[in-house]
């Protein structure tokens, strides 16, 4: 991975996405790069949150490389849509909880990117956008799919149809971020919140992931049998007999084992 820095602490594991001076764009190389992210936390059994970031002050991800798509043709727009779409979907079903830490711009495929995780959380100074309609174009990383659920439909096609961008405080207020924090207090939040995650037992905290996203794509009905199966799924864990054999016994569970 050229284009991304990777940084394991403990139990916890932080990307940074590494192109500043192109203030961290999206090109089809640091495309390729995150789907070899997904695919080596995936391949780490010790890595139980993932904080994704950008390098510098300035960026999250500017965006997709604009460079790079202006002289695409419509079988070459729809192919790079769609290795985007590709990578974003496997950052969104990794197992793990995934954190993005938002430390500026998070425009176009870099707001794509931040809802592709299970948190944002940003600086004060991070600035959210979907401006691809001033470009002649539409959001082509999920972005009129993950911010319509995101915040509403309304709200989305405000965004979008705009070409406008807001800042941390407004994307507090419509519910895009779920924290916001001076810029250096950031990354600290971030491996603070992914350390509480990682404390708690990897085998359900997974399949909460799994049923919360899972059970959003279905009608009620469907959705509480995909919990049903995962709450039962977590019997006989060596976490389960130890987390409930701790607070039967009154005390304090053993460090959990992901088994």
């Not at 602490?9 to 390729?32: D, H, M, Q, W």
């Not at 401006?131 to 009129?144: A, D, H, N, R, V």
């Amino acid at each position: 991975m050229t284009n991304i820095l990777l940084e394991k602490k403990g139990y916890i594991a932080v990307a940074t996405i590494n192109r500043p001076k192109a203030l961290n764009a999206l090109n089809s190389e640091v495309l390729s790069d995150l789907d070899e992210l997904v695919a080596t936390v995936k391949a780490d059994d010790e890595i139980r949150a993932l904080v994704i970031t950008g390098s510098g002050e300035k960026a999250f991800v500017a965006g997709a490389d604009i460079g790079e798509m202006s002289t695409l043709t419509k079988e070459g727009g729809t192919a790079f849509g769609k290795h985007g779409n590709d990578v974003f979907r496997a950052i969104e079903t990794l197992p793990i909880p995934t954190i993005a830490a938002v430390n500026g711009f998070a425009l176009g495929g870099g707001c794509e990117l931040s809802m592709a995780c299970d948190i944002r959380i940003c600086a004060d100074t991070a600035v959210f956008g979907q401006p691809e309609t001033g470009l002649g174009i539409t959001p082509g990383f999920g972005g009129t799919q993950r911010l319509a659920r995101l915040v509403s439909p309304g709200m989305a096609k405000q965004l979008i149809y705009t070409a406008k961008n807001i800042k941390a405080d407004e994307a507090y207020r419509i519910g895009l971020v779920n924290a916001v924090y001076p810029l250096e207090e950031l990354m600290p939040a971030a491996e603070k919140l992914a350390e509480t995650i990682a404390k708690n037992a990897p085998i359900a905290v997974r399949a909460c992931k799994k049923a919360i996203n899972d059970g959003l794509q279905v009608d009620m009905d469907k959705a509480i049998v995909i919990e049903e199966k995962l709450f039962g799924s977590c019997f006989q864990s060596a976490d389960q007999i130890e987390g409930m054999s701790a607070f039967l016994e009154k005390r304090k569970h053993e460090p959990y084992q992901n088994k």
